[in-house]
């Protein structure tokens, strides 16, 4: 069965157990061994570690992982979990095929754009648009930051979109499902 490394920020909701636990069941429904933060049932949990043992839990599982999926769905903001994104890259460094997911169907442009609802400049020299603060918009119709995408495109995975913007993001697991089955193949 191979290991699959569950990247995302639902250890911080206040139901992360159930919520990682559900995660868990239908990755093994669909044929993978979860693995990754939250995913070890009989350990401590992760508010009586350390932020170092937290960090070597989490290395140790995306090095036996055999492939990664991961939630951007954007948090705490308009883009991915930093911690997640610092998973995404560390498994595409390790030669392992990610995946992701979001919940959130907007493009990462559009959803810069939508903070500042006004004062919107389009740049003359790279018609970009660039916000109040002058700094110039990432447009380029993806997920999320294009290094995020491009990267696991890259390495054959894939980023599956919600169609629609779930009532409950944080927890909605469709896309998350649907990533699965893809996987799966």
């Known amino acids: 069965m191979p ?10 909701l206040p139901d992360a157990q159930t919520v990682m636990g559900e995660k868990r069941r239908l990755a093994r429904s669909f044929g993978f061994e979860p693995t990754g ?8 949990p992760v508010g009586q570690l350390t932020a170092a043992a937290i960090y070597q839990r989490n290395d140790g599982a995306m090095r036996r992982a055999d492939v990664c999926l991961a939630n951007i769905t954007p948090f705490r903001g308009i883009s991915a979990d930093p911690g997640t994104v610092y998973e995404i ?3 595409i460094a390790l030669g392992k095929r990610v ?8 493009d990462y442009g559009t959803r810069v754009r939508s903070i500042w609802y006004s004062g919107l400049d389009i740049d003359e020299s790279s018609g970009r648009p660039r916000g109040p603060d002058g700094l110039s918009i990432e447009n380029h119709g993806k997920a999320d930051n294009l290094m995020i995408d491009i990267g696991i495109e890259e390495g054959g995975g894939r980023v599956i979109r919600a169609a629609t913007l779930p009532a409950d993001p944080e927890r909605d697991l469709a896309a998350y499902t649907e990533a699965l089955r893809y996987l799966r193949g």
Do not use: C, K, R
């Not at 933060?37 to 401590?44: I, K, M, T």
């Not at 997911?101 to 907007?106: I, L, Q």
């Open 99 to 106: 995946w992701a997911y979001t919940n959130h169907p907007d």
């Open 37 to 44: 933060p939250g995913s070890d049932e009989n350990q401590a």
């Open 3 to 12: 290991t699959i490394y569950l990247a995302g920020p639902e250890v911080f």
């Open 89 to 91: 890259g560390f498994m």
